[in-house]
């Protein structure tokens, strides 16, 4: 099993981004995914998750602002970032049961 993340990068404080993770070797549709992220110096900590039947929890810190998604035809989950702020800016992770993804860099600037 892997997970390909992408779509991080550069933004300003209200700005957006979206998030892709891409899986591969396994059967998508029947596994819940998540999103974690880690600020430097910090721990990791959950974001969203989305379960195979569609439903979907989130961090209170990003309750309104983000939203996950997935598409079992393309084994692939979505993080959409609206409202981004500073304390957003961290290495954001997908994961899979044991499995993680690399981690894609998210900067927000003030």
């Known amino acids: 099993v892997q997970l390909q993340a992408s779509g991080g990068g550069l933004v300003q404080a209200g700005g957006s981004l979206r998030l892709s993770c891409a899986a591969s070797g396994t059967i998508f549709g029947i596994n819940s995914m998540g999103w974690y992220r880690q600020a430097p110096g910090k721990q990791r900590e959950f974001v969203a998750r989305?379960?195979?039947?569609?439903?979907?929890n989130y961090a209170d810190s990003v309750k309104g602002r983000f939203t996950v998604s997935r598409n079992n035809a393309k084994n692939t989950v979505y993080l959409q970032m609206n409202s981004l702020k500073p304390e957003d800016t961290a290495v954001y992770y997908c994961?899979?049961?044991?499995?993680w993804g690399q981690g894609t860099l998210v900067t927000v600037s003030s």
């Open positions: 994961n899979m049961g044991k499995t």
């Open positions: 989305v379960t195979s039947g569609g439903s979907t």
